[in-house]
């Protein structure tokens, strides 16, 4: 996608961090962003920031229907998207053996279900405009190679299903002028660590997820948003934010590799 200005741009989990730092970028590569997510206050306050012709809509992104709801009302309010960023996800602190279905239930609701909910309820608009459209869905390097030994093992199997999701729907949509991208940061500076927030009361309650030294060299969301209008504009298949990516994926290989090895040896 070459051109991103007059584009109607809708960015889940749009109310903090690097949601927030995807709409600021896309507005100001002159698109008219539709800031959405399950917080109101805080999307009021970055379609404030933003200014102009920027919007706020409230929506829980694991419930199918709403995000049904918030296409029809963001193409009623700016006109039909063409750019989505299915950027809503949360995160929590956990063993995976003896973790609660209610951990699993929230992570892949949010996490994967929020992206697939958000592709069936914009795909549609897309293709009806037919001028083509540029999908980002939030992984992460955690759903590339994981970070092995940390408690974050709910979140990166999430995390690697986006990839996978990604990759499947971009070949999928390719012939209809439809790109797909997987923006796969690596550590960043933003209120992720405590999403248990936002958690629904009715699946108990949630744990912060504790802040690991790495952090404090971390970029933030704002550095972010750049990099994902690159990618828009490129449609590249990965967006990445970090400079581990290339260490971190070769050291997961390496192991990878070293069983094929011993799979060729016999």
């Known amino acids: 996608m070459d051109e991103i200005r007059g584009r109607v741009a809708v960015v889940t989990g749009g109310g903090d961090g690097i949601g927030r730092g995807i709409a600021h970028a896309l507005a100001a590569a002159g698109a008219r962003v539709a800031v959405a997510d399950i917080d109101a206050g805080a999307v009021e306050r970055v379609a404030g920031e933003i200014g102009g012709e920027a919007r706020a809509f409230q929506v829980d992104v694991s419930v199918a229907a709403e995000m049904v709801?918030?296409?029809?009302?963001v193409d009623a309010a700016l006109g039909p998207a063409s750019i989505l960023c299915n950027n809503a996800g949360v995160m929590l602190d956990g063993q995976l053996v003896g973790a609660p279905a209610n951990d699993w239930e929230w992570v892949l609701r949010v996490n994967l279900m929020g992206v697939v909910h958000g592709v069936e309820a914009f795909v549609p608009g897309m293709r009806s405009a037919g001028n083509g459209g540029q999908i980002v869905n939030?992984?992460?390097?955690?759903?590339?190679?994981?970070?092995l030994g940390s408690r974050l093992g709910i979140y990166s199997a999430s995390k690697a299903a986006v990839v996978s999701y990604s990759e499947m729907i971009r070949a999928e949509l390719e012939g209809e002028g439809i790109g797909v991208s997987v923006l796969?940061?690596?550590?960043?500076n933003t209120r992720i660590w405590e999403a248990d927030r936002n958690r629904p009361e009715t699946l108990g309650p949630g744990r912060p997820v504790p802040r690991p030294e790495r952090i404090a060299g971390a970029i933030d969301g704002f550095a972010v948003g750049p990099l994902v209008v690159r990618g828009i504009q490129e449609n590249r298949p990965y967006i990445f934010t970090g400079d581990d990516v290339r260490r971190r994926i070769e050291e997961r290989f390496a192991r990878i590799e070293d069983d094929i090895t011993r799979h060729e040896a016999g």
Do not use: I, K
């Not at 709801?69 to 009302?73: D, F, I, P, S």
């Not at 390097?141 to 970070?147: C, E, K």
């Open 184 to 188: 796969c940061p690596s550590t960043v």
């Open 138 to 147: 939030t992984g992460s390097m955690a759903g590339l190679a994981p970070r």
């Open 69 to 73: 709801r918030l296409a029809n009302e």
